[in-house]
T-cell receptor, first 109, second 115 residues
Framework: GENVEQHPSTLSVQEGDSAVIKCTYS??????FPWYKQELGKGPQLIID?????GEKKDQRIAVTLNKTAKHFSLHITETQPEDSAVYFC????????FGAGTRLTVKP | NAGVTQTPKFQVLKTGQSMTLQCAQD?????MYWYRQDPGMGLRLIYY???????DKGEVPNGYNVSRLNKREFSLRLESAAPSQTSVYFC??????????????FGPGTRLLVL
């Protein structure tokens, strides 16, 4: 089945800096790649997603890139703010959704 | 709209006890899911229901059973709880029937401790 690896497991940045989280997947048939943000004590919430026919997608300060050949995709957050502090999960989906282990992002004011 | 609701929020069980986790959604979604979240392992799919009346196993179904009671409700049952089932359980739903490539909406989770 699909295997998703996510790096780094923890990331600390200064407010205003950029943050990058990377994921790799194993099943070349996966065609949907969402990113979820989970705040403390809450369920995950979708922040951005990308499909396999698109190489890049941007939504304000958040962007996702997909390299199908290398089977990896990345989340980019620019101009980070303290409220961006959370755990971020990538996922890959074909028949069902497989999640990465998560990245705990801390944005220091 | 409440979205996805889960009860209870927290539960302590002794090994061998049984319990049912309840989940309901008010978004008229067709698909519903149960995940468990363990430290360092992300979310793993236990069971899902692509439409009312159907259920399928996910990645880690052993020790669990599910019931899609109606379109709104999807319950998860532990028949004989084990310490390895200590986890945070999330229910989720999505609009389409049997289409995993779309947004899933998650509930707030149930924290289960099995002693």
């Amino acid at each position: 089945g699909e295997n998703v690896e996510q790096h780094p497991s923890t990331l600390s940045v200064q407010e205003g800096d950029s943050a990058v989280i990377k994921c790799t997947y194993s099943d070349s048939a996966s065609n949907y790649f969402p990113w979820y943000k989970q705040e403390l004590g809450k369920g995950p919430q979708l922040i951005i997603d990308i499909r396999s026919n698109v190489g890049e997608k941007k939504d304000q300060r958040i962007a996702v890139t997909l390299n199908k050949t290398a089977k990896h995709f990345s989340l980019h957050i620019t101009e980070t703010q303290p409220e961006d502090s959370a755990v971020y999960f990538c996922a890959a989906s074909k028949r069902d959704m497989r999640f990465g282990a998560g990245t705990r992002l801390t944005v220091k004011p | 709209n409440a979205g996805v609701t889960q009860t209870p929020k927290f539960q302590v069980l002794k090994t061998g006890q049984s319990m049912t986790l309840q989940c309901a959604q008010d978004m008229n979604h067709n698909s519903m899911y149960w995940y468990r979240q363990d430290p360092g392992m992300g979310l793993r799919l236990i069971y899902y229901s692509a439409s009312e009346g159907t259920t399928d196993k996910g990645e880690v179904p052993n020790g669990y059973n599910v019931s899609r009671l109606n379109k709104r409700e999807f319950s998860l049952r532990l028949e004989s709880a084990a310490p390895s089932q200590t986890s945070v359980y999330f229910c989720a739903s999505s609009e389409a029937a049997g289409v995993p490539q779309e947004t899933q909406y998650f509930g707030p989770g149930t924290r289960l401790l099995v002693l």
